[in-house]
């Protein structure tokens, strides 16, 4: 299986930076997607941003020109540089990691690491 945690959350004040950090260990795939997702209370998970298998990167609305994702393939790991911060940023930042499988898709989440945006 993977394991994948989180780490790097907390509070901090609007317009304000934050750097989140993800790293997953097990039985990778050499190929894989990662990402993070987020989901505030009442709403849907929605995308971050995300580094694919072939290196190209996506980010949400919300996050383009604001946010900046990086990929280490050799750790396994994926950061997320969150600056000009906002109260809506506020949500549960999750790191996901996915690959296909005998022609299966798989998916591994981490338990997620808040983030809070106030005064």
């Known amino acids: 299986q993977v394991e994948i945690v989180e780490s790097g959350g907390g509070l901090v004040h609007p317009g304000g930076s934050l750097r989140l950090a993800c790293g997953a260990a097990?039985?990778?795939?050499?190929?894989?997607?990662m990402g993070w997702y987020r989901q505030a209370p009442g709403r849907e998970r929605e995308l971050v941003a995300r580094?694919?298998?072939?290196?190209?990167?996506d980010y949400g609305d919300s996050a383009k020109g604001r946010f900046t994702v990086s990929r280490d393939n050799a750790k396994n790991t994926l950061l997320l540089v969150m600056n000009s911060l906002n109260p809506e940023d506020t949500a549960v930042y999750y790191c996901?990691?996915?690959?296909?499988?005998?022609?299966?898709?798989?998916?591994?989440w981490g338990r997620g690491t808040q983030v809070t945006v106030s005064l």
């Open positions: 996901s990691l996915s690959y296909r499988r005998n022609g299966s898709l798989r998916v591994y």
């Open positions: 097990g039985s990778i795939s050499s190929t894989y997607d």
């Open positions: 580094v694919l298998s072939d290196g190209t990167a």
